[in-house]
């Protein structure tokens, strides 16, 4: 039996793709395998062949903080790298375990 292929014509945003181009190339795998590897899972698990879900680390931020809570600790995060002489910084465990448990 020949193995008739066929043409299929996707739009995708250009930034996704080159991005997803760049990542193939370093896997060793074409779009096209990566397409044709989808489609044959797809058939053969008889559901979409990978988990499609909001990532939960961005759904629990927005959960339980506000978008200005958000941006503020990452102004203090941002300065915090800039002046790590102003922090206390620990060795280890143990004596980060000591400072947090201390009454001072």
Do not use: C, W
């Not at 058939?43 to 959960?63: C, N, Q, S, T, W």
């Not at 958000?70 to 004596?95: F, G, R, V």
């Amino acid at each position: 039996m020949a193995n008739i292929t066929t043409l299929i014509s996707v739009q995708i945003d250009k930034e996704d793709k080159e991005r997803a181009s760049e990542i193939l190339q370093k896997l060793g795998v074409s779009m096209s395998g990566l397409i044709n590897m989808t489609i044959k899972q797809l058939i053969m698990r008889g559901k979409i062949p990978f988990e499609v879900a909001i990532p939960k680390e961005e759904y629990d931020l927005y959960h339980y903080f506000t978008k200005d809570e958000l941006e503020e600790t990452a102004k203090e995060l941002i300065y915090m790298e800039k002046h790590p002489e102003e922090y206390k910084s620990y060795d280890n465990i143990e004596e980060l375990k000591e400072a947090l448990l201390s009454d001072d």
